[in-house]
């Protein structure tokens, strides 16, 4: 029997963890965890949609609070790449980003508290500019995120980091689901708007903790400072060079694409449910919770298979599960509303796996000096789309929602199709996205 000799060139490489690893990640934990916890109290699907609809009949306006969260997303990545481009502190610029987030929904919690009854125009108007803001910087701190967050957990410890965080994040969103369902069911106790501000009033203080948690985070510094971005100029030019020299990234535009397009109807879902199957006002924080669990449930699955498989492989999961909710949402009959609910949990799924997979993807796609304009471009590209809501809220009002729904279902089995022929960076060089 003869001993098998093992050379260094077979054993794997252990991967090396950057500095400050275990605090950043039990600090972004806080930070995703509540993050996570106060955008459910103020959820574009469910608690602003119903707060607009007692402001304002026009559907048109629920549609325009989506297309400004989507504007506001956008628009100002590429510039913010240019920005940070080369920078070796991000960390205050983010800070001061979600400190100006929790002051607007603050502001708006007393907005809706003072003037919601006796003049309700101002407050939609407010409610439109703030959350205008709010999307604007939010847009400007999703650049600037994605690159600390890849230089301090490393790209195989990626999908159970945001497992973990979105796990427990969802946990507590689906207890903030409750609470939104116990203030609406007691109108008697919570009348409008009492109710509302202390909604929007609780997602500030969740908002505030998960400051706390970031402040905790120890940048670390990057391995390069070269400028990839040396004018505002070159954003255009970088921008189109990745375009020609990366097929991948052109065909994860086009999957996320027509995802995006399908999701336009998520706003309307609730809107739809207490129309036309009349559910009870309550019933929109038990469909929050429902959203809330299954993004819960799903994102187990999301974050094993973002660090097993891939992110290819959470990006064709989460077509599907688009392509259900919408399927669902189409085929349910009145007299069986209460599987509307359903509906909402394939939509927290979806929404979980796309923030797992698209945002781990570019990351691994992208080499350290054009992560954040590929990051941001990978956003920006999308930008017409951010219409979308708008021209469905006009729709809304002309056609019937079974026929949109089954648009939305379509969109998203195109885009599953689109996203069969991605590769995967992490296992593909062919894959990556970078300047040659």
Known sequence: MTATTVSSADVAPVEALPPHYRRNFIAGLIHGVFFQASAAFASIHTVFPSLVALLTPAASAVGLMATLQNVGTVVPQLYTAYLIDGRERKKPWLLAIITTRFLSLGLLAWLIFQFGLSRPNLVLVALLALFGLFSLIGGMGTVIYADIFARAIPARRRGRFVGARQLFGYGLAILAGYVVK??????????????????????AVTLAIALSGFALIKEPKPTTATRVLTSPQSIVQTSLALLRQSGNLRLLLLNRSLLTLSLALAPFFVVYARNDLAVPAATVGLYLSLQMLGAALSNILWGWLSDARGNRTVILGTSFSAMLAASLAWLTPESLGWL???????????????RVGYSNIILEMADEATRPVCVALQNTALAPLALAPLLVGFLAEIAPYSLLFALAA???????????????????????????
Do not use: K
Request: aromatic share 10%.
């Open 410 to 436: 379509g969109l998203a089995l195109v885009g599953l199709l689109a996203g069969l022929r991605l590769r995967e960076p992490r296992f593909d060089a062919a894959g990556r996205c970078c300047l040659l």
């Open 340 to 354: 509307f609910g359903g509906v909402f949990l394939l939509l927290g799924a979806t929404l979980s796996g796309m």
């Open 182 to 203: 116990w203030i609406l069911g007691q109108p008697e106790r919570f009348p409008f708007p009492l109710n509302y501000a202390l909604i929007i009033g609780l997602s």
